[in-house]
């Protein structure tokens, strides 16, 4: 009979435990269900990726804008870093801890890990993997896509295409132009006849298809929500077909803050819509190292994030806005060696070009003089750059060169008068030349290393990192990306917050 007594007291204990948790877990449900919708289902949803862009690339803009002066240091907010929800995605794709564009991208559109290089397809590198854009478009909404690179790179296309290697950029550009998605907008599309030059022109298929191809300030400028679906270029490309880095923006010319206004012009309905925009050269100029060329693009990407939060304001219970990064790169870092436990990033200031500009500015300067010597391109490095060579007269200024930093620049330019060819060869031959240059023009990459390190800033790389991003949300159930997840849930929880079943 006492062991009769001792079994139903044990199996109350139990019945009693499970019932707690039973109600502790309908709880929770209900509780996350509640936190999704916040009262109501967003009908305008904006995604923003800084390509590249981890915590310390948003906080080395926050520092830039803040106050150095010691006894008063501070950091100055962004719109998106004053976002009330942030959460934290781990990035790894199905084959690197470092992953590339493409993966990540997919795994945001598509909720998938996939293979460095692929683009919305399943690990097998086979099967397509439905992304946001297609669920929204089946839902009737409009669909846009900006991208301050080409359209065809890997972080758009992941919006709308699928292929089983990004470098399939002809195949991508028919994609985008068969995609009846309503708004593309910002760079050039890379390779628009193939690399052969032997096929029919994305442009002229694309107007074919009944878009509105705008290629000037004045048509773009002109575009309205009648204008049916639109490609609008940027008037002013850069490198590779890309829009210009902010830093080299002439003033007056369209930034990305006016392709995302134009956007939200053309795209709003009752229906709703959703936005990708891409700030794609805050990585670009990461890879190169170049610390001054990448704030000026984090504060350009904020000033588009601005215009949405602006709409979201006269739609607060119908809007929502997510901001992140697909990875970091360059290894950025606050604090280098050289300078210990201080910053200097006012110095930073005396920067007036992208090592893109620069780079171009020598190579003009190489091909009227042959004979260039390094002392004129000392004049145009401290002309550019703020960098003075070492003497007497500059012992105390902290733009001033050692002795040390002067020789490493003179043996880059040494570098750099090498052909093509020589310069290649050296990189795959010798670690430390890759070390020292990463394959950029190795006067302008020594500039940007040396100012970055009187500022205050280092670098471990030239390729992505396996950092950890910031996810900030801000609108209507913007609570569910809050805490610490992978990337493939911000997928899942935009769907989740839409309504929709994947």
């Known amino acids: 009979m006492n062991v009769l007594k001792k079994l139903s007291k044990t199996l109350l204990i139990l019945i009693s435990i499970a019932l707690l948790f039973s109600c502790k877990n309908e709880n929770e449900t209900a509780k996350a269900g509640n936190r999704s919708v916040s009262g109501a289902k967003p009908k305008y949803v904006f995604m923003f990726i800084g390509d590249g862009m981890s915590h310390v690339q948003a906080n080395v803009a926050r520092v830039f804008l803040g106050n150095n002066t010691k006894g008063e240091v501070e950091i100055s907010e962004l719109s998106f870093t004053s976002f009330p929800v942030n959460g934290i995605a781990t990035t790894q794709d199905s084959t690197s801890f470092c992953p590339d564009s493409a993966s990540t991208a997919t795994s945001f559109s598509c909720g998938v890990k996939t293979h460095s290089g692929v683009i919305g397809k399943l690990v097998d590198k086979t099967k397509d993997a439905k992304n946001l854009s297609e669920y929204f478009k089946e839902q009737g909404w409009k669909v846009g896509i900006v991208s301050t690179v080409t359209l065809n790179h890997a972080t758009p296309a992941a919006y709308y295409a699928h292929v089983a290697n990004r470098g399939e950029y002809y195949n991508i550009g028919l994609q985008l132009a068969n995609s009846g998605f309503d708004y593309f907008a910002g760079g050039a599309i890379y390779s628009p006849t193939d690399k052969n030059k032997d096929k029919k022109d994305i442009y002229d298929i694309l107007r074919e298809k009944g878009y509105t191809v705008t290629k000037t300030q004045e048509e773009f400028n002109a575009l309205t929500k009648n204008s049916g679906k639109i490609y609008a270029e940027s008037p002013i490309l850069q490198d590779s077909g890309s829009m210009p880095y902010a830093i080299d923006t002439p003033e007056g010319s369209l930034r990305l803050a006016d392709f995302v206004k134009k956007g939200i012009e053309v795209l709003e309905n009752d229906k709703g819509f959703f936005f990708m925009v891409e700030s794609g050269k805050i990585d670009w100029a990461c890879h190169a190292n170049d610390a001054m060329t990448v704030i000026q693009e984090v504060l350009d990407f904020d000033e588009s994030i601005n215009i949405a939060v602006e709409f979201a304001k006269k ?89 040390s930093e002067y020789k490493k620049l003179q043996t880059a330019f040494a570098e750099s008068k090498l052909s093509a060819e020589e310069q290649k060869k050296r990189l795959s031959e010798d670690a430390d030349i890759y070390r020292l240059y990463g394959g950029y023009d190795p006067v302008s990459v020594s500039v940007t290393h040396n100012l970055n390190n009187k500022a205050g800033i280092g670098w471990t790389s030239y390729s992505h990192t396996g950092t950890p991003v910031a996810v900030h949300a801000y609108g209507a159930g913007a609570e569910i990306f809050g805490g610490s997840y992978d990337n493939t849930d911000v997928f899942f929880k935009t769907l989740e917050i839409t309504g929709i079943t994947p």
């Open 315 to 403: 739609h607060p219970k119908e809007t929502l806005i997510i901001v992140t990064g697909d990875h970091e790169t360059g290894g950025l870092t606050i604090g280098q060696a050289t300078t210990g436990y201080d910053t200097a990033f006012q110095l930073l200031e005396n920067q007036k070009m992208s090592f893109v500009e620069f780079d171009n500015k020598l190579s003009a300067l190489r091909k009227a003089n042959p004979n260039l010597t390094f002392e004129q391109v000392m004049q145009e490095i401290t002309a550019n750059f703020g960098l003075l060579p070492p003497s007497a007269n500059t012992k105390d200024n902290p733009l001033a060169l050692t002795q």
